[in-house]
């Protein structure tokens, strides 16, 4: 199902003013979404020369004529690149025409005394005066605003904009104001979670046509639930499915709106910490058969992804370390000790990584696989051990091995995530591994690390050394 979202398959621009940091935020984003980078400055001084010396012999008006074609030949471009713009690029009609037509654009906004402490040493040539320089800033501002899908402040803000995620303290007691503009809306919401914590939809209380329960945990994740709600939902195609609940409420919610009437919008408000870091964002979603987890889904990438970390306060511990795995794993993959921060940061920088990630191969046709980073060994012993092995333990456990197998240090998985060697039949944990739908030409492929923060994907290793890292992992 294609919907459009964020700036998915479209260039991410970013507007703001000088010296709000577009070029290093920009340059920061395109490497973490692995899309090209263009600094319309840097282009307009590669080929007409330095901006200071265009604007004092052929004048402003000059310059932003060359600086609008350089502006249009980057838009025009259809591989979605990362595009800073210089300050005053939106102050022209045919660009602001052609960001709203070709790009997700991201106003980047900044107070104006750091602004001011950014550029006041510099050559620019509207920064030459702190008065002026401040009556610009406050003219510009409504044009930025005017013209923005999203605002942020810095790279990972941009990330989840780019992906419309709000990761917010207090979200939840305003979510109407998170929903996209019109149309009815239903909730699909985890019963247990519910009573716990009631939305407050406000002014969009009106739009709120049905409030559909789903039982808590895996048991929602069944064809027979869908079914139910297919049946009961009454929306038209105009209508959004908000998801409320953990990774199986958004799971199933997030493909019963691609399945519904063909495919409606979809909200996620994940609950729980492997939602809100994981499992909510990103469009990946399904049911589980008998045959296997995940085994029917689609992907639907859900138009608003809305994070409230209060909602974690009365998160069951068990719960919350099933969350922590995938705290440490995208810690690992980032290469920064994520999982050392307050709630609220951990889960807003998760979230971007994850954005980052989806944005750069939202199909996982290639590097979205190093997501999947210890998740070959978690699978093999969650599936040998009937699913008593819950999904964060076996995780914590395979990251253990991409660790010892990528010749890492493993003291912070054993520090945070505490793993101990489980109790299953070692040859069903191999059959599981080797039966795992990575396994390509019926060898597996893994996700490693070089370092910290570099991750590879698709590394085949020799079986032997695979199973011995496997069994290292079940208890004698
Ligand atoms: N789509 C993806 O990309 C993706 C990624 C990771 C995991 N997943 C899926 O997510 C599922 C696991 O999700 P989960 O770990 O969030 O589990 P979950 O949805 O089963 O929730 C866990 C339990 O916590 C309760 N709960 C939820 N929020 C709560 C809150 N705020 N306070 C108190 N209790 C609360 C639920 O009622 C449930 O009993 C698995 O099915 C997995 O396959 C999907």
Redesign the pocket.
Known sequence: VVTEVGALGRHLALAGFMGAGKTSIGREVARLTERPFVDTDAEVERRFGPIPTLFDERGEEEFRRLEEEVVAEALADDDPAVVALGGGAVTREATRERLSRRAFTVWLDVDVDVAWEHVRESDRPLARDEGSFRRLFAERRPLYEALADGRAGDVDGVLLAALAVAVRRGALGELGGYLPAEGPVALVA????LP??PPRWDAAATRLIATHTVP???A??TPAVAERLWRELALDRRGKIVAF???????LA?FVAATYLRGVGWIAV??????QV?????????V?LAEG??VA?AFHMPERVVVDPD??????ER?RR??LA?VVKTGLLAGKPVWELPDEEMVRACAAFKAAVVLSDPFERGRRAI?NLGHTFAHALETASGYAVT??DAVALGLLAAQRLSGQPTDVVEAVLRPRPVRVDRDAAWAALERDKKAVGGRTRLVLLRAPGDPVHGVELPPGDVRAALDELIAP
């Open positions: 985890d019963e247990t979670v716990l914590h808590a945990g895996e929602a994740k609940g953990g990774g199986c409420t958004t799971d997030g994940p609950t729980t910490l492997v939602g994981d499992a909510a964002i990103g469009g990946k979603t399904g589980d987890k995940n889904g909602l974690l306060a009365t998160l069951p719960e099933q969350g995938e997501l999904h964060g």
